[in-house]
């Protein structure tokens, strides 16, 4: 349920200082302190868990709401036309805190966020090569 370790964990039950911007039964939602743009937000489950592959379903499907409810609160209040959501799963993913946590980052015209990709048409049969390990 909680890691005595875990700096999220902390937040969570007020032992760390946060902006909390919302919170319920379940999950917390509170300012991101190296934000990407103006309102980037972190939303957590209460409850820890390391990544989204050990969340408890139920706290992942709150927690994605949560996201939603604060992707709608970016556009209401801080008038920005998109939103991202990023979860990074595991360090190779860029994962650098280790209780399930879901960006949620308002965006604007001028800011500095790009695709960490390059789209580029891949192989027809490398494509279907890998979605037959897939399937
Ligand atoms: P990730 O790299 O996806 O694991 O995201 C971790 C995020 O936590 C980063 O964007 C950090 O800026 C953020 N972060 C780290 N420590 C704190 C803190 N004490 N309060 C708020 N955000 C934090
Ligand atoms: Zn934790």
């Known amino acids: 349920m909680r890691d005595p370790d875990c700096l999220f964990c902390k937040i969570v039950a007020g032992e760390l200082p946060s ?6 039964d379940l ?10 743009t103006p309102g980037h937000m972190l939303v957590v489950p209460r409850a820890h868990s390391e990544d989204l592959l050990a969340a408890e379903p ?9 996201a939603q409810r604060q992707a709608r609160v970016a556009k209401e209040r801080l008038g ?10 595991g360090a190779a993913a860029w994962q650098t805190v280790f209780h399930l946590h879901i960006h949620v980052i308002p965006r ?11 789209p580029a048409p891949g192989q027809l049969d490398e494509i279907a090569a890998v979605a037959a390990r897939l399937r």
């Open 19 to 24: 902006q909390r911007v919302y919170e319920d």
């Open 27 to 36: 999950t917390v939602a509170f300012m991101d302190i190296n934000p990407a």
């Open 58 to 66: 139920r706290d992942l499907e709150a927690a994605i709401v949560t």
């Open 80 to 89: 920005v036309e998109g939103v991202n959501l990023l979860n990074s799963c």
């Open 108 to 118: 604007y015209p001028d800011d500095q966020m790009r695709l960490p990709w390059t």
